[in-house]
């Protein structure tokens, strides 16, 4: 349908720690991926990257973090 949106990503994203040492919760990922869900993938994930900023910016990345976005326009 359109405007589904498909996420797709490695469990690195939840092993990421922000600067205090609290790693991301699976809870705090899903929330953030569903608040950019009927938006266009770029602009989801420019959201995301916002919202989850300080945990993959200043904090620690243990492990690679990759997210696939898929969004059907039409």
């Known amino acids: ?5 498909l996420a797709i990503y490695t469990p690195g994203w939840t092993k990421a720690k922000n600067e205090a040492g609290t790693a991301l919760s ?8 569903c608040d950019g869900f009927n938006h266009p993938a770029v602009s989801a994930i420019e959201e ?24 059907r326009a039409e």
Do not use: F, H, N, R
């Not at 349908?1 to 949106?5: A, F, I, K």
């Not at 699976?26 to 991926?33: D, P, S």
């Not at 995301?48 to 969004?71: E, F, H, N, R």
């Open 26 to 33: 699976q809870e705090k990922l899903t929330e953030a991926l």
């Open 48 to 71: 995301l990257v916002a919202d989850l900023s300080p945990y993959i910016k200043k904090g620690t990345l243990p492990d690679d973090i990759t997210l696939l976005l898929l969004y």
């Open 1 to 5: 349908y359109v405007g589904d949106t």
